[in-house]
T-cell receptor, first 113, second 113 residues
Framework: EAGVTQSPTHLIKTRGQQATLRCSPI?????VYWYQQALGLGLQFLLW???????NRGNFPPRFSGRQFPNYSSELNVNALELEDSALYLC????????????FGPGTRLTVL | QQQVKQSPQSLIVQKGGISIINCAYE??????FPWYQQFPGKGPALLIA???DVSEKKEGRFTISFNKSAKQFSLHIMDSQPGDSATYFC????????????WGAGTKLIIKP
């Protein structure tokens, strides 16, 4: 069974640009979660999608947005990039609901110069 | 009331010793308590999880102890090995499907040979 995949592995952008990160969940999983992990820090919850709908959102500004497609894959968009957006962005998937095991992808390392 | 407080922030244990990481929560509605393990450059992976109907759960060298009255739970790693060196995250959630995991800040564990 294929795990959660994320692309790209690394992404380098400059301040003010937009970044798009992609995630494919495990087959059969309907929930997708996005987390930000700054270097050496914990996981900050960004967004949770299930069945194409945004279910919950963490304490991040509106320039962080995303969507979930009919095949349950997901996209995270970060507009007007700032230097402090540099982090590892992790995607996870689960069966419906976060009280089920979340399976994480390897992450996308975003660097903002 | 939404927080999960994890301690210590970092921990060094000799090979063969017992590693203990503690977490405390305030929301009495939480009923799912997982521990995740993260190696450098990888996404977190579920290690072990407990629900409050039991006070202890053991899987190999890893044990979760749960104290409902104190609203605390802890991870014990017996016979700690260098391969256990990683960052450990506790988390908590409610069983209903619209509540995301609340994560602890993480503990960086180093096992000295």
């Amino acid at each position: 069974e294929a795990g959660v995949t994320q692309s790209p592995t690394h992404l380098i952008k400059t301040r003010g640009q937009q970044a798009t990160l992609r995630c494919s969940p495990i087959s059969g999983h309907t929930s997708v979660y996005w987390y930000q992990q700054a270097l050496g820090l914990g996981l900050q919850f960004l967004l949770w999608y299930d069945e194409g709908e945004e279910r919950n959102r963490g304490n991040f500004p509106p320039r962080f947005s995303g969507r979930q497609f009919p095949n349950y894959s997901s996209e995270l968009n970060v507009n007007a990039l700032e230097l402090e957006d540099s982090a590892l962005y992790l995607c996870a998937s689960s069966l419906e609901g976060p009280a089920n095991e979340q399976f994480f992808g390897p992450g996308t390392r975003l660097t903002v110069l | 009331q939404q927080q999960v407080k994890q301690s210590p922030q970092s921990l060094i244990v000799q090979k063969g010793g017992i590693s203990i990481i503690n977490c405390a929560y305030e929301n009495t509605a939480f009923d799912y308590f997982p521990w995740y393990q993260q190696f450098p450059g990888k996404g977190p992976a579920l290690l072990i999880a407990i629900r409050p109907d039991v006070s202890e759960k053991k899987e190999g060298r890893f044990t979760i102890s749960f104290n409902k009255s104190a609203k605390q739970f802890s991870l014990h790693i017996m016979d700690s090995q260098p391969g256990d060196s990683a960052t450990y995250f506790c988390a908590a959630s409610r069983g209903d499907s619209n509540y995301q995991l609340i994560w602890g800040a993480g503990t960086k564990l180093i096992i000295k040979p």
